[in-house]
């Protein structure tokens, strides 16, 4: 029978190693078990702020429409959030959102800059427009019974405002060009800006389909842009509620 002392002594010699590993062991279980949720709280958050942000952004254009005859130009530089003097020559003009001039955020929830593609036509009132202007902007997705086929999801498009989602691509508020982190996001790497298009009608379209991780190029890859649009019949709707088109 062991005396008070040698229980004393066992009592005092604390945890082994081995008991010591276990107990991290378990603890890392635990913690991982916790902040997993609210690591996903946190990006579901950033995602309902950013279309929180896209959709105040599209009502910011119509207000300006409705106050000018026409939609803003993109902003004049990353830092410069007033809207550029001219669009080039070509059908759509593409750049940031100008911030400045619509009192809107200047980056999305992920510290990245808003991107903004407007048909030049739009950013023009005079002459006036009328319902023979079309926008020039498209829009590509595909659907889950063929996910490696791209179809039309909206044409004559007159404007888009775009976030470049949580990964890859985009230009940081800070002025820094967010790197690819994935292999296979060719619907991202489409929308990006970075690659040569095929064709004109390549360079005025875009690709929008729901979430994906799924890095499988066949499919479009791992997909998180965020976008809306104006099309030409809403613009067209709203222009003649405010008195600015017949």
């Known amino acids: 029978m062991l005396n008070g002392n040698a229980t004393a002594r066992r009592t005092q010699r604390g945890f082994s190693l081995v008991e010591l590993a276990l107990g991290m062991l378990i603890l890392s279980i635990v913690l991982g078990a916790l902040l997993r949720p609210l690591a996903n709280q946190v990006a ?44 080039p020559a070509t059908p759509g003009c593409s750049g940031f959102v100008p911030y400045a001039t619509l009192g809107v955020p200047r980056g999305d929830a992920y510290g990245k800059l808003y991107m903004y593609n407007v048909t030049t ?25 063929e996910p490696g086929k791209l179809v039309p999801l909206a044409d004559k498009i007159v404007a888009v405002v775009r976030s470049f989602g949580a990964r890859s691509f985009g230009r940081s508020i800070h002025g820094a060009n967010v790197a690819n982190e994935s292999a296979g996001n060719v619907d991202e790497l489409f929308n990006s ?24 190029a066949a499919w479009g890859g791992a997909y998180d842009d965020q976008m809306i649009w104006i099309s030409t019949s809403l613009y067209a709707q709203r222009m003649v509620q405010a008195g600015r088109m017949p």
Request: charged fraction near 25%; charge should be negative; include cysteine.
């Open 121 to 145: 036509r739009y950013t023009q009132s005079q002459p006036a427009l009328s319902f023979a202007d079309a926008g020039v902007w498209s829009i590509q997705t595909r659907t889950g019974a």
């Open 193 to 216: 800006g970075t690659v040569e298009k095929a064709s004109a009608l390549e360079s005025l379209t875009f690709r929008h389909r729901p979430l994906s991780t799924q890095d499988n």
């Open 44 to 87: 579901q958050q950033k995602f309902r702020q950013t279309e929180e942000d896209l959709e105040h952004i599209r009502d910011a254009l119509y207000g300006f429409a409705m106050a000018n005859g026409r939609l803003p130009r993109p902003a004049v530089s990353e830092q410069d959030g007033r809207e550029a003097e001219a669009c």
